[in-house]
């Protein structure tokens, strides 16, 4: 692993997370992966980040400008491949990883040139399935899974959108993969503009995979497991929130519908071609959508992703 893991480098965008957990991440990367370039990028200017960083070798970023998990991704991208690193992995602070699972996911990549995006398969800490990969998305489609979620998933839509039909049981492309445990070909990512700026909240990411699907495979990996362990904070429930904590969710929500706007004015609303053409081709591929798959965790249901 030394030779490849010295070709990779990491970032974590610290957030809000507790530092006990950020703590476990660092410690499970430079036991598995000493040679990795960790990057720990603190947009919410946590006190002690620095000290905690510099304790397992990571390098510390500041954000004191709070750009948005796109600008971040940039910059770090940009200084990582500076330093010769051929893979990039994206890491939320809420994954626990196995000890081999980063040696896992560039082996595969090192085995497959044609694969720009890996993503593996993600459960929370019950052991329940999180489908965090899907279609990209449609503005009728995201209507439904914020506002009507119930007919969402006894229409059979939700299903559809996560790739049910896969049982997340085998190697697939996907369209859209989830972005807190993502391993990037740096070329790759290079060669298409790295992310796009102007999208928050889950549309970087799509924009980003859409691009890279014009010259590079997408593809979820089922052999290798994480576990994410998703906090609920103010803006992710209610009953947690105060007069702060429901302000909180509705600027959430307004930069996300804000987010999306832009994105549909890019790609295009109710006609979307290309849309069309991925969508189709990877449901073709899957066969007939499941109403339920098994084993599901409810963190995993919500088309925000």
Known sequence: ??????????????????????????????????????????????????????????????????????RVHNRVLSEAAGAGSAYHLLLGPDIGLPLD????????????????????????????????????????????????????????????????????????????????????????????????ERFLLRFDTVDLARRTSRIARTVFLPHVTVVRDVVRDAVRDPARAGARGGCMRVAWCWRRCVSACRYFNKWGWLRDAERDRINGRVLRQLGPARRRLDGVSPAGTDVAG
């Open 1 to 70: 692993m030394g030779a490849t893991a010295a070709r990779a480098s990491c970032c974590i965008v610290c957030g809000a997370a507790p530092q006990d957990r950020i703590a476990r991440l660092l410690l499970s990367l430079t036991t598995a992966c000493p040679h990795l370039l960790v990057y720990l990028a603190d947009d919410a200017r946590q006190p002690g980040l620095a000290a905690l960083a510099g304790r397992y070798g990571a390098h510390y970023r500041p954000q004191s400008d709070s750009p948005g998990h796109a």
């Open 101 to 196: 699972a980063v040696a896992r996911m560039i082996a595969y990549m090192e085995q497959h040139p044609d694969v720009g995006l890996l993503t593996p398969r993600v459960q929370g800490p019950d052991g329940r399935l999180q489908p965090l990969c899907s279609l990209l998305p449609g503005p009728v489609e995201l209507v439904l899974g914020r506002c009507f979620p119930l007919l969402h998933r006894s229409s059979g839509r939700l299903a559809r959108y996560q790739l049910h039909a896969s049982g997340y049981s085998r190697v697939m492309d996907v369209p859209v993969p989830p972005a807190c445990c993502l391993l990037m070909r740096v070329e790759t990512v290079l060669r298409v503009g790295m992310f796009d």
